[in-house]
Nanobody, 116 residues
Framework: QVQLVESGGGLVQPGGSLRLSCAAS????????MNWYRQAPGKQRDLVAAITSSGSTNYADSVKGRFTISRDNAKNTVYLQMNSLKPEDTAVYYCNAYYSNDRSAWGQGTQVTVSS
């Protein structure tokens, strides 16, 4: 059974930092692309950052230069380091493991709130 468990969300002031983690089980982690999405209230779920099985990364324009995605295949964990946070980064952040359209899984989400 595939399980993705996110952690690290919380309340942070503008300009602050958070590090999200997503621990995976039930998959051959190294074979999967790992993605972070976010969904703000009343908005669609958008891709924030992605890292391929070989370690190539891609970011949404809105977070380039501020967020960094990384993975530790030995720990079956993907991370999202978020710096210089802005109020518009407030959302529920979801971890996604993707191998193919019929082999994909989602975590339960972790709330990130950026507010003074």
């Amino acid at each position: 059974q595939v399980q993705l468990v996110e952690s690290g969300g919380g309340l942070v002031q503008p300009g602050g930092s958070l590090r999200l983690s997503c621990a995976a089980s039930g998959i051959i982690f190294s074979e999967y692309w790992m993605n972070w999405y976010r969904q703000a209230p009343g908005k669609q779920r958008d891709l924030v950052a992605a890292i391929t099985s070989s370690g190539s990364t891609n970011y949404a324009d809105s977070v380039k230069g501020r967020f960094t995605i990384s993975r530790d295949n030995a720990k079956n964990t993907v991370y999202l380091q978020m710096n210089s946070l802005k109020p518009e980064d407030t959302a529920v952040y979801y971890c996604n493991a993707y191998y193919s359209n019929d082999r994909s899984a989602w975590g339960q989400g972790t709330q990130v709130t950026v507010s003074s």
